[in-house]
T-cell receptor, first 109, second 113 residues
Framework: GQNIDQPTEMTATEGAIVQINCTYQTSGFNGLFWYQQHAGEAPTFLSYNVLDGLEEKGRFSSFLSRSKGYSYLLLKELQMKDSASYLC??????????FGTGTRLTVIP | DVKVTQSSRYLVKRTGEKVFLECVQD?????MFWYRQDPGLGLRLIYFSYDVKMKEKGDIPEGYSVSREKKERFSLILESASTNQTSMYLCASSQDRGQETQYFGPGTRLLVL
C-alpha cells in the first residue's frame, strides 16, 4: 500500500522558522514534491527533491532522505502570507503523484 | 506561465443529474489529471490521461468517466451525480519526458443536493 504522513496542523510566529515533516511509503518512488495551497485556491508548486539532501530556494528549503522515507519543508522568516496548507506528494512513477492530506500552517503575529 | 483553467468555480446540481467539468491547459502538456479534494482526505486521483483519447483509472474512478478528444482539453463526467460527490475538483497537467511537476487549475467546488 501507499501512505504519506504529515502533521495536520501547525502554528508558528511571524519571523520564526518552521519545519514541516513528511514520511512516505510508496510502491515506487522517483522524488518528493511540496506544494502550497492557500484556502480556496489551487495548489502551487514549491519544490521537487530527487536526490538526498537539502535544496534551498529563498526562504523555503526542502530536504529528502530516500533511505529513511523522509522529507521536510523548512520555512524561514515566516510571513503572514505563508499561512496556507502544505502538501507533500510522492512521485510514484509514470507521471503520477500520491498526495498526503496536507499540513495547515497558521502564522500568528 | 502555465495556465490551467476550469469551466466553473462553483456548481450546484441535483442528485441524478449528469455533470460535466471541463479543463483546458495552454502549454501543450501531454498529461492531464482529475483529482477531488476533501477535508482530511487530501487530493485523490480520479482519472488521468497521457495522450489524446487515452485514459487511465486513478484511485477512485467509481461514478466518474472522462473524455480527452483534444490534447488541451480533459473533461470529467459525473453520469448521475450523488450527494457523496460533493467536493472540490481539481484538474492538473504536466509535461511528459520526465518533467513531472503538475500544474493545477483553480478548482471547481461542486455541491450536489
Amino acid at each position: 500500500g501507499q501512505n504519506i504522513d504529515q502533521p495536520t496542523e501547525m502554528t508558528a510566529t511571524e519571523g520564526a522558522i518552521v519545519q514541516i515533516n513528511c514520511t512516505y511509503q510508496t510502491s515506487g518512488f522517483n522524488g518528493l514534491f511540496w506544494y502550497q495551497q492557500h484556502a480556496g485556491e489551487a495548489p502551487t508548486f514549491l519544490s521537487y527533491n530527487v536526490l538526498d539532501g537539502l535544496e534551498e530556494k529563498g526562504r523555503f528549503s526542502s530536504f529528502l532522505s530516500r533511505s529513511k522515507g523522509y522529507s521536510y519543508l523548512l520555512l524561514k522568516e515566516l510571513q503572514m502570507k505563508d499561512s496556507a496548507s502544505y502538501l507533500c506528494a510522492a512521485s510514484t512513477g509514470a507521471n503520477n503523484l500520491f498526495f498526503g492530506t496536507g499540513t495547515r500552517l497558521t502564522v500568528i503575529p | 506561465d502555465v495556465k490551467v483553467t476550469q469551466s466553473s468555480r462553483y456548481l450546484v446540481k441535483r442528485t441524478g443529474e449528469k455533470v460535466f467539468l471541463e479543463c483546458v491547459q495552454d502549454m501543450d502538456h501531454e498529461n492531464m489529471f482529475w483529482y477531488r479534494q476533501d477535508p482530511g482526505l487530501g487530493l485523490r486521483l480520479i482519472y488521468f490521461s497521457y495522450d489524446v483519447k487515452m485514459k487511465e483509472k486513478g484511485d477512485i474512478p467509481e461514478g466518474y468517466s472522462v473524455s480527452r478528444e483534444k490534447k488541451e482539453r480533459f473533461s470529467l463526467i459525473l453520469e448521475s451525480a450523488s450527494t457523496n460527490q460533493t467536493s472540490m475538483y481539481l484538474c492538473a497537467s504536466s509535461q511528459d519526458r520526465g518533467q513531472e511537476t503538475q500544474y493545477f487549475g483553480p478548482g471547481t467546488r461542486l455541491l450536489v443536493l
